[in-house]
């Protein structure tokens, strides 16, 4: 799907666009179907049951006779309005609003609407996905443990307050550090629930801090939750840990000392 305002008069017009398009697809060994409209609807129902171009102004007779389902809608609305006769696009076009959306849901109308251009729907690109990672660059090496786990304290309240901005926990962190000699090591933890305490996570990656070999010193470090998982928001201050959550503690200690390939647990 691309927007392609302003583009066409450089290719001589739609139709030439089009053509243009098509010839480059079939050159690539791609047999395709296209279409041009108005609407981002519209050219989604028009490539999908036919071709062409619907011009400016004409939305209602260039979809008039394409089938109900070229509005993106679910199969059990499609079948119910097929039930009473309705069709075809050109079939809807005529009825009040509020009665299709009493019987049929407003997700019917609001497909119609977009796809005639009554409700916006832009074309743009999806959002990125927020990425979970924190760095930082130190002014002198470090090559102590407890330097480094200071470093990673403050790493993980960074991550985690990234974590908690998007409800999202980790599964898995890993912490990347670097040496003088620009040799990296690599410490990486999973664990056994979606979480964001840092005092929790930090634990975990003790004995993998201690095992490090630091080399002429570390002078930049990096930390990464490349797979993370919804978390809704949790109750905090109070006493004690609840039996789930300790759990979850154990099975993690335990599947990174040993692999979690080792540890097994009934759900």
């Not at 010839?23 to 279409?35: F, M, P, V, W, Y």
């Not at 394409?66 to 679910?74: F, K, V």
């Not at 898995?172 to 979480?195: Q, S, T, Y």
Request: glycine share 12%.
């Amino acid at each position: 799907m691309a927007d392609i305002s302003g583009v066409p008069h450089l290719f001589g017009g739609e139709v030439y666009l089009r053509d243009d398009l098509q010839a480059r697809l079939e050159r690539a060994g791609l047999a395709a179907t296209s279409a041009i409209a108005g609407t981002r609807g519209a050219a989604h129902a028009l490539a999908r049951h036919g071709d062409g171009i619907i011009h400016d102004g004409r939305l209602e007779q260039g979809l008039g006779g394409l089938p109900i389902t070229a509005l993106r809608i679910d199969h059990d609305t499609a079948a119910g309005l097929a039930r009473v006769g309705l069709t075809r696009i050109r079939d809807l076009l005529p009825l009040p609003r509020a009665p299709l959306s009493r019987r049929f849901g407003q997700g019917l109308v609001m497909r119609l609407d977009q796809t005639l251009g009554q409700h916006a729907e832009p074309v743009a690109a999806e959002p990125d996905s927020p990425h979970f990672g924190v760095r930082m660059t130190l002014p002198d090496p470090i090559g102590l443990q407890s330097d480094v786990m200071a470093g990673l304290e403050r790493l993980l309240d960074r991550l985690c307050a990234k974590l908690a901005a998007t409800r999202m926990g980790a599964r898995r962190v890993w912490l990347e550090l670097r040496r003088v000699d620009r040799g990296v090591v690599l410490v990486e933890i999973g664990l056994a629930r979606p979480m964001r305490d840092p005092a929790r996570i930090a634990a975990l990656f003790a004995k993998g801090v201690d095992d490090i070999d630091a080399g002429f010193g570390i002078d930049a470090m990096r930390l990464t939750a490349p797979v993370v998982e919804p978390l809704a928001p949790e109750q905090i201050g109070g006493t004690g840990v609840r039996t789930e959550d300790a759990l979850a503690d154990l099975l993690s200690s335990l599947g990174n000392r040993s692999g979690f390939d080792r540890v097994l647990r009934l759900l």
